[in-house]
C-alpha cells in the first residue's frame, strides 16, 4: 500500500534563450501538457507546446530537450500531446493542425552528462550522488524519424508494439500505421461503419485503452459508450479483401449525460477497468478473464462535485494496488477497491494564500516512477508552468510469506530508509496513542540500494532481532541489536535473485531464489553474528517459485503451473534439511498463477487434539484469487482423484488473515480487509464439521457469508496490523499538515488503533454464548484500555437498539448487561457510557441496566467513591437538587475520611456550580471542618 510523505520536491527546467522570432510567436512560459514513461520509469517525456523533454527519474534531472521552431509551429501546429511506444523506441507527438511526428528514441553510452570532478577530499553530497550513480548520465534523446498527416480529423492514439493505432472523426474510422512495414509506412483503415457490433456506427471513438498483458482494448465513443474490443490475429490484405480485424462488445452505456467518461485507465494486475466519469464519480468494473466478462463493480465518490471539479487525470500504480485521481479543485489517493488513502481535503489548513504549494488545489497530470516509490504531480493552477512536483511514498513491503505472525511486523519503503513497526514493543497506553511514533528508521546500505531501489520481499524473524530484504539483485541483512548489515548478491560466484519470496525458521532463512534460468530453494543459517551466514542446502526447482508459505515446520511452495508443494523441515544433529511430503494442483480453479495473491491451508479439527496429520492432499486451501477470497474443500473422487469444492468468502478483498487453531484468545477465524470494512468469519470450521456431519455425502456447500458467523467492522484508515493480545486493529491514516511561516505542507504517516473485541463479543452475545464471552473478555482484563473496549460494546448495541420496541424479545442489550455484571467493573463502565449518551437514551437505557439510584447505592457500598461522583452528575439531571445535596455531603463525608483531596475539591465545585441557596451552601461548608486538613499544594 502507499501513502504520502514528508515534503513533495519541486522541478523546473529553465527555457533555452528564444530569438525575436520566437519571442513573437510563443509565450515566455510553457504549460506542461503530457507526461509519459520511458524504459520502465527509469525516464520520462514532459511535453510541452513547443519542446520534448527527457527527464530521468532518479535522480531528476533533464537528461535532454527538442525545440521546435517558430516556422515548424506556424506549419504543423502546437505540441498538444505525445504518446510512447510500449518498448520505448518510439515517441509520437500529436499536434493542434493534426500532424503526427515520429521520434525515435535513441541512447548514447558513450557520451555522459553532469560529470562532476572534484579533488580527492570527496564532500558528502557526492558520496551521495555516487551512491545513486548519479555523477554521470547516460545521453538519452530523441530524434525526427516522420510525420504522418491524418486530414480526417485526429482524436485518440495508441502506440503499440507493432504499430500506431489512431481514431479519426470525419470518417470515423481507425487507422493503423505500421512501424517497420517496407511498404513506405502505408495507413491501412478500418471503418466504423464496417464493425457491426458497435451501436452507433456514425460516432467517432474519443479513447483507446489497450493493456498488452491481458490483452483486451477499451474503446469510448464520443458519446461515452465503453467497449470492449479485440483484435483478431489475422491482419487485412490485398488478398483477403475485406477481413473484420475488430471484434468486441458494448459494456457500458451511461443513463445521463453527467457519466460521460472523461479518463480511464486499466489494473492488469487485478483485472480492474476504473472510468472517471463526468460528474466526479470513479467507476470501476471487474474483467473476468474466463468469461470475457465485464462487470460494475462499485463507485467511489469523495465528495461533492461542487468541491472536487472534473476529473482531469487518472492512473494505477505499476502493481494496481492503488489509483490516484487529480481533480480540477483537489486530487486522492485510493486503494484498489476504495479505501482513501490520502487527499488533499483532509489538509490541516486551507490553501489561500499558499502561492508555492498550488499543487494541492487541482492536478492535471500524473506518473508513477521507481514501482511506485516516487509520484510525478502537474498543477492545474495558472503558475504551475514548467514545474513538476514529486511526492515521496511510502510503499508497504509484501509479505513474501503469508502467516498470522507477519501481521505485526509490517515494513515500508520510502526511497533509501526502511521504517519497521516496533509499536508492539511499547505500553498498552502507548500503544493507541496516535501522537506516539511506532517505527523504527533504517537506512538501506548504499552499496545494496545502488542497484536495488525497490525492495520486493522482506522478512523479520520470530524474535524480531533481524531482518532480511531482497530488491532485484541479492539479499542484505539487518541486525536491530548490532545495527549492522550483511550483504550477499553472489552465490557461487554468480548472481542471484530472490523470484518467489522468502520466510524464517528460527535462526534459518528459506528463500527461492534464481540463477539465470535456474531456480532453487535455498536455506541460509545464521549463527551467533549477522557477519556468519552459510548456505545449509539447496533444492533444485524444475519450475519458477510464485510465492512461498510457513506454516509451522510445513513449507507450502505454490510454482508457476498452479501447483502447491509441501516440504517438512527436518531438524537432525543441528541440520536443517526440506523433505518433499506431496503436492496438489490448482489448475481448475486458478487460471492464471498471477492471479494468485495469497495462500495458506486449513484443517477443520483442533491441532492441539493431535487428530489429523499434516498433509497436503487433506488440507483444506484458502485463496485470494484476484479479489475473491475463497475455500477450498478436499473431495476425492472414486477413481481416487483430487477435486476441490469451492466455497467464496468475499469479493472485493484486498489482503486476509487466517487465525489458526494456535492462537491463544479465539477460536479459528478468517479476517479480511474489503476495501471500507473487515470482515470476520468467527468459528467458520466449526460451521462447516456441523454441515459436513449433516450433509453427509451431498455436495450442497455450507454457506460461510451467513449472517451467524460474519462480523462487519467498518474502517476510516487502512488497516495493516492485528494485535489479537491487545484485541485492536491498527492501520495507517494520511494527515497533512501546514508547517508554520514555512510556505509548503508535510505529509505525515498517523498509526490508527480501532478496538475489535467489541465487535466479537456482540456477535457472541448476539448467539447467546454468554459464558464464552466472559472467558473470552477474561483475557483482556489486564489491558488499561479494557473497560474502553466494554464501553464501546455497551454502546454500540445501545445505538442499535435504541428505536426497537422495548416489548421485543430480541433485545441484546439485556445480554450485554448480564455479561457486565460478570465484572467488578460494571458500575464503571456503566456511567461513562451513560454520560456520553444522548439524554433521550437514558429511559431505556437505565430501564436495562439498573436505575442510576440503585447503581450509585451500589458505588457507596463498595467504595467506588469516583465512580459515584460521576452518578452524582446523572442523578443532578433527574432528580430534586435536595437529594443531590445530601448525596454530595455523603461522597465528600467517605472521600475525606480516606483523604481523597482532589475528589473533595471536585465535589465542592460541583455543589457550588448546581448549589445558589444561599443558606444550603452555608450549611455545606460547616460540614467541612476537617477540609482544614487538606494538603496546602491542593488547596492551592
Known amino acids: 500500500m502507499y501513502w504520502p510523505v514528508g515534503v513533495p520536491s519541486v522541478f523546473q527546467a529553465k527555457s533555452a534563450p528564444l530569438t525575436g522570432l520566437e519571442y513573437a ?13 520511458l524504459y520502465n520509469g527509469s525516464h520520462f517525456i514532459v511535453l510541452t507546446s513547443r519542446r520534448i523533454y527527457i527527464w530521468q527519474s532518479r535522480p531528476t534531472v533533464v537528461v535532454s530537450c527538442i525545440t521546435r521552431t517558430a516556422i515548424s509551429l506556424t506549419l504543423y501546429g502546437e505540441n498538444k500531446d505525445v504518446f510512447v511506444k510500449q518498448d520505448s523506441q518510439f515517441a509520437v507527438v500529436k499536434t493542434s493542425l493534426g500532424f503526427l511526428f515520429i521520434y525515435s528514441i535513441y541512447g548514447n553510452t558513450s557520451q555522459k552528462l553532469y560529470k562532476f570532478h572534484y579533488s580527492h577530499s570527496k564532500l558528502s553530497v557526492f558520496d551521495f550522488l555516487d551512491s545513486y550513480r548519479s555523477t554521470e548520465y547516460d545521453f538519452l534523446y530523441p530524434k525526427f524519424k516522420t510525420m504522418i498527416k491524418v486530414d480526417s480529423g485526429l482524436l485518440c492514439i495508441l502506440a503499440l508494439d507493432e504499430f500506431l493505432l489512431f481514431s479519426t472523426v470525419n470518417p ?78 458494448c459494456f457500458y452505456i451511461p443513463e445521463t449525460e453527467e457519466e460521460y467518461i472523461v479518463k480511464a485507465d486499466i489494473n492488469m494486475h487485478l483485472s480492474l477497468i476504473a472510468f472517471g466519469c463526468k460528474n466526479g464519480k470513479v467507476k470501476l468494473f471487474h474483467y473476468k478473464k474466463i468469461k470475457n466478462l465485464i462487470t460494475h463493480l462499485h463507485t467511489i465518490v469523495l465528495d461533492s462535485f461542487h468541491i472536487t471539479g472534473n476529473i482531469e487525470c487518472m492512473a494505477w500504480s ?143 524473524t520470530s524474535c524480531g532481532q533481524y531482518l532480511v530484504i531482497a530488491g532485484y539483485h541479492g539479499i ?81 511452495v505454490y510454482t508457476q503451473d498452479n501447483s502447491v508443494l509441501q516440504y517438512l523441515i527436518i531438524v537432525n544433529n543441528k541440520k536443517v534439511k526440506l523433505v518433499f511430503v506431496g503436492s496438489i494442483s490448482l489448475k481448475d480453479i486458478v487460471y492464471s498463477s498471477k492471479s494468485l495473491r495469497a495462500f495458506t491451508w486449513c484443517f477443520l479439527t483442533d491441532q492441539a487434539q493431535g487428530t489429523f496429520i499434516n498433509n497436503i492432499h487433506i488440507a483444506n486451501i484458502i485463496i485470494l484469487l484476484d479479489d475473491k477470497l475463497m475455500f477450498l474443500k478436499p473431495n476425492k473422487n472414486s477413481d481416487l482423484s483430487m477435486k476441490y469444492h469451492v466455497y467464496l468468502f468475499s469479493e472485493k478483498v484486498e489482503h486476509f488473515l487466517f487465525v489458526n487453531h494456535s492462537s491463544q484468545y479465539i477460536k479459528p477465524s478468517i479476517w479480511a480487509f474489503c476495501g471500507t470494512e473487515i470482515k470476520i468469519w468467527m468459528d467458520f470450521s466449526n460451521t462447516i464439521i456441523e454441515d459436513i456431519n449433516t450433509l453427509g455425502n451431498q455436495e450442497i456447500l455450507p454457506n460461510l457469508n451467513n449472517d451467524d458467523n460474519l462480523i462487519t467492522i467498518s474502517l476510516d484508515f487502512y488497516p495493516i496490523f492485528l494485535l489479537l493480545n491487545k484485541g485492536i486493529i491498527l492501520g495507517i491514516k494520511n494527515g497533512i499538515t501546514w508547517q508554520k511561516n514555512l510556505d509548503y505542507f508535510d505529509f505525515k504517516i498517523n498509526t490508527i488503533a480501532k478496538p475489535v473485541l467489541p465487535y466479537i463479543l456482540e456477535k457472541y452475545l448476539y448467539r447467546t454464548r454468554i459464558e464464552e464471552s466472559v472467558i473470552l473478555a477474561s483475557k483482556y482484563q489486564s489491558i488499561v484500555y479494557f473497560n ?118 471536585e465535589l465542592f465545585r460541583f455543589f457550588v456550580l448546581y448549589n445558589n441557596d444561599e443558606l444550603a451552601l452555608k450549611t455545606f461548608t460547616l460540614t467541612l471542618d476537617i477540609f482544614k486538613n487538606m494538603p496546602l499544594e491542593i488547596k492551592e
Open 25 to 37: 510567436s510563443m509565450a515566455l512560459e510553457e504549460k506542461i501538457l503530457a507526461l509519459r514513461r
Open 788 to 905: 474502553h473496549m466494554l464501553e464501546l460494546l455497551l454502546h454500540n448495541v445501545l445505538e442499535k437498539e435504541i428505536s426497537f420496541s422495548k416489548e421485543s424479545n430480541d433485545l441484546l442489550l439485556p445480554r450485554v448487561v448480564s455479561f457486565l455484571k460478570c465484572f467488578s467493573q460494571m458500575l464503571d463502565i456503566v456511567v461513562a457510557c451513560a454520560r456520553k449518551m444522548e439524554v433521550s437514551f437514558w429511559e431505556y437505557f437505565f430501564s436495562v441496566v439498573g436505575s442510576p439510584r440503585d447503581l450509585f447505592e451500589d458505588c457507596m457500598k463498595l467504595g467506588k467513591l469516583e465512580t459515584a461522583a460521576e452518578y452524582l452528575i446523572i442523578l443532578h439531571t433527574i432528580e430534586a437538587s435536595n437529594n443531590l445535596s445530601k448525596d454530595i455531603i455523603r461522597v465528600l463525608e467517605n472521600a475525606l475520611q480516606f483523604k481523597k483531596w482532589k475528589l473533595c475539591m
Open 318 to 460: 505499476e502493481d494496481g494496488n492503488v489509483f490516484f485521481v487529480g481533480f480540477r479543485n483537489t486530487w486522492a489517493l485510493w486503494s484498489a477497491y476504495g479505501c482513501l488513502l490520502s487527499s488533499a481535503l483532509i489538509a490541516e489548513h486551507t490553501f489561500e494564500g499558499f502561492t508555492e504549494e498550488i499543487y494541492m488545489t487541482g492536478i492535471s497530470h500524473v506518473l508513477w516512477l521507481n514501482e511506485g516509490n516516487d509520484l510525478i504531480i502537474i498543477s492545474n493552477g495558472e503558475k504551475s508552468f514548467g514545474k513538476l512536483w514529486k511526492l515521496n511514498i511510502a510503499r508497504a513491503i509484501p509479505y513474501s510469506s503469508f502467516s498470522s505472525k507477519n501481521s505485526i511486523n509490517s515494513i515500508l519503503q520510502i526511497s533509501d530508509r526502511l521504517l519497521v513497526y516496533k509499536g508492539y514493543e511499547k505500553s498498552d497506553i502507548d500503544l493507541i496513542n496516535p501522537e506516539e511514533c511506532h517505527w523504527q528508521q533504517i537506512r538501506i546500505p548504499l552499496d545494496y540500494f545502488r542497484n536495488n531501489c525497490y525492495i520486493k520481499y522482506s522478512a523479520i
Open 172 to 249: 470515423p474510422s481507425i487507422q493503423s500505421f505500421f512501424w517497420y512495414k517496407e511498404s513506405n509506412h502505408t495507413v491501412t483503415s478500418d471503418p466504423i461503419a464496417e464493425m457491426d457490433w458497435i451501436e452507433d456506427q456514425n460516432v467517432a471513438i474519443n479513447d483507446m485503452i489497450y493493456e498488452k498483458n491481458m490483452d483486451i482494448y477499451i474503446w469510448i465513443s464520443l458519446n461515452s459508450k465503453a467497449y470492449f474490443v479485440r483484435r483478431n490475429s489475422y491482419i487485412k490484405s490485398k488478398n483477403q479483401g475485406s477481413v473484420k480485424n475488430w471484434t468486441g462488445i
Open 476 to 556: 542484505a541483512y539487518y541486525s536491530f541489536v548490532s545495527e549492522k548489515w550483511r550483504i550477499i548478491t553472489k552465490d557461487s560466484n554468480s548472481n542471484f535473485q530472490v523470484s518467489g519470496g522468502m520466510c524464517w525458521y528460527h535462526n534459518v532463512l528459506i528463500a527461492s531464489i534464481q540463477i539465470n534460468n535456474i531456480y532453487e530453494l535455498k536455506l541460509f543459517s545464521r549463527k551467533s553474528t549477522i557477519d556468519d551466514i552459510r548456505i545449509l542446502s539447496a533444492i533444485n526447482m524444475s519450475i519458477p517459485v510464485c510465492s512461498i508459505t510457513l506454516i509451522s515446520e510445513n513449507l507450502l
